[in-house]
Structures are given as C-alpha cells and as structure tokens.
C-alpha cells in the first residue's frame, strides 16, 4: 500500500461562499480528500496546515510546510500534495523546490480557479492530476511539480498567466514539462537539477519587488532601506531595461543594498550584454546589481530572500541565480 498525504493551506479548492459575501477558504484536507477515486493500493490521508487565502501564507507558513515534508517522508510517505490558492502557488512551490523539498519524495502543489461548491469546480481534478504526479517514478532532479489543468509545470517556471480562466498556468520560457492522461502522469521534460539551499535559521528577510515603467525615475528605491528591507528586485522592462533617469537611485541602492534585475515579462530572459545605452543592462551591470535571467520577479524575490537569511555575499547571489536563472 502506498500512502500520499495532502496539506492543505487553503485557497480557492477549499473555499465555499460566505454568508457575509464571497468566498473564504474553510475546508481542510479531509473535506478535499473525501471521494476521490483512487487506485487500489493507494491510501491518501490529509494534514490540515493553513485555511489562508494564499496571498497571506508566509515564508514561516512555507518553512512549516517543508519542516512537514521531511517528517513525513521520515514516516514512509511515498508522495505529498500540497493543496493552496492559485495567487501564490508559483512562489512556495518555488520555495519549496530551492529547499530541496522534493529531494526524497514527490512534491506536488495543486489549487483550483473555482471555489468547491461551484458548477464544473476543479478542484477534484486537479487534486486527481496531482496524485497520479506524485504516484509517478520519483525523480530528484525534477523536482516540485505543480499540477494543473492535466499540466504539469516545474516550480523553477511555472507562472499563473490568468486570474479568470480555469487552465490558469503556464511555464514561460519552456512549457509544462508533462501531463496527465488517464489517471497516468507523463513527464517528458526534466529540468537541470538545482542545489539546493539550506532551511534557513534566521528569519527571512522582506525584499522589495519595485516594478518599473517607461520613464520612471524609480525614486522609491531609495525609501527602501529605511523601510527594513534586506534586498529589491526591479521587474525591469523588456531584457532587464530601466529608464535612464532611473540611474542615480539604482546606483544609490545597489550600494546599500543587494539588486537582482528581473523582466517585468514572465519568462525573461534578461540579458547581460546587448545594450549598451543609459538604463540598459551593461549600465545596469556597471552599477552592481544581478540579473534574475528568466526567473520572475516574483521569484526572484524568493530567491534573494532565502539567500539573504543564508549569509549569502553578492558573489554567492549572483552565482546561484546564474545557476538557476
Ligand atoms: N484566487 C485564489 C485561488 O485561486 C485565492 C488564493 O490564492 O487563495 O485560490
């Protein structure tokens, strides 16, 4: 008999409509679990960890999640889901692939874009496309997948591209790197393996995530500091572009503070060399900062927020999101 377990965090799958309006995450794993068919020599038990709507889960609520992985993998669990709101899945499922989260055991995170008493919810079958991935030959180097729509998305990419549609997810640069047919997953895709950082110690430091437009002068950079935060990520325009009057203020930050440049476009990439005008990405360079490459902004702030609690010098942030970018 194989035993997955599914922890739940909230979100839209375990939501239903308020009587004060709106819909509010109120179910836990045992609510999700309840009916869904299974193979036979499968037993799938559930954890209640969060009944958050996901924008409110913390890195703390994400660290309680991969402290629990590891106590379940200790236990004999073959496989765990992690159930949770579309908004954020992309960043703890991020979270959790840098911690080496699915290292020993399959790591699938799912959610669902229609709340459990609504027509046509997807929740069931989302959590379904997630069992039949965690029931899949374990792969260390794949590692936390999230499953969608019969999708399959690796962590390090998958973005959710629609706040409306029910296939919410994409993987910008790459695609999905496998699907679900009949109650079967197929992975056809592996991405190169990361190594992974340690579960930090210290508190996760804020890093702010500034995003830029056509002839901003990005002045709020320099509020940053006084605000406690420990690094910035500029969602930067096009391969990693700001405008030229944005200069002063990232040279100011960039000394004080670490910098990753990410696009403001999913997938990216930014580039390191085939611009060189005031505000394009040799100037950039020229004022210390590090490049996201096709890392979101959204993760990219992960990133740097996990290697800042770590310790890490800016030639260690800039070697890991070459490695992972
Ligand atoms: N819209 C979100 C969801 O799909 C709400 C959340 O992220 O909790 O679950």
């Known amino acids: 008999m194989r035993e997955l377990v599914v922890l739940s965090l909230g979100g839209t799958i375990a939501s239903v409509a308020h009587e004060a309006g709106g819909l509010v995450p109120v179910y836990g794993g045992d609510d999700l679990v309840r009916g869904l068919v299974l193979p ?45 709101g579309t908004d954020t899945i992309e960043e703890t499922a991020f979270m959790l692939e840098l911690l080496g989260a699915a290292q020993r055991i399959p790591v699938v995170v799912t959610g669902a874009m229609r ?77 190169t393996p990361i190594e992974p950082l340690p579960v930090p110690s210290a508190p996760v430091p804020p890093v702010a995530v500034v995003q830029a437009g056509a002839g901003d002068d ?39 503070l670490p ?8 997938g990216g990439p930014t580039t390191r060399a085939t611009y060189g005008y005031a505000g394009s990405e040799l100037d950039l360079r020229k004022a210390g900062v590090v490049f996201a490459t096709s890392l979101t902004a959204s993760k990219a702030r992960v990133l740097l927020g996990l290697l800042l609690a770590d310790g890490a010098s800016l030639e260690e942030i800039e070697r890991r999101f070459e490695a992972i970018g």
Do not use: C
């Not at 509020?223 to 969602?235: C, K, R, S, T």
């Open 40 to 84: 036979p020599d499968v037993r799938l038990g559930a954890l209640p960890l969060r009944t958050l709507p996901s924008p409110a889960l913390s890195s703390d609520d994400v660290l309680a999640v991969r402290r629990e992985i590891d106590v379940l993998a200790d236990g004999g669990v073959s496989g765990v889901i992690v159930t949770q």
């Open 259 to 266: 910098v990753v440049v990410a696009s403001r476009i999913a």
């Open 218 to 256: 990005l002045r709020l950079l320099d509020a940053l500091p006084d605000l406690g935060y420990g690094g910035a990520v500029i969602a930067a325009m096009g391969a990693g572009h700001v405008a030229a009057p944005a200069m002063p203020a990232v040279r100011r930050i960039a000394e004080r």
């Open 115 to 191: 709340g459990a008493d609504a027509a046509g919810a997807d929740g069931p079958a989302n959590l379904s496309a997630a069992v039949a991935a965690a029931l899949a030959e374990h792969d260390p180097g794949r590692g936390v997948v999230v499953a969608f729509a019969d999708r399959l998305h690796a962590a390090r990419y998958v973005v959710k591209y629609s706040a409306g549609v029910v296939d919410a997810f994409s993987s910008p640069p790459v695609g999905p790197i496998g699907w679900v047919s009949e109650a079967r997953a197929r992975f056809a895709l592996a991405p």
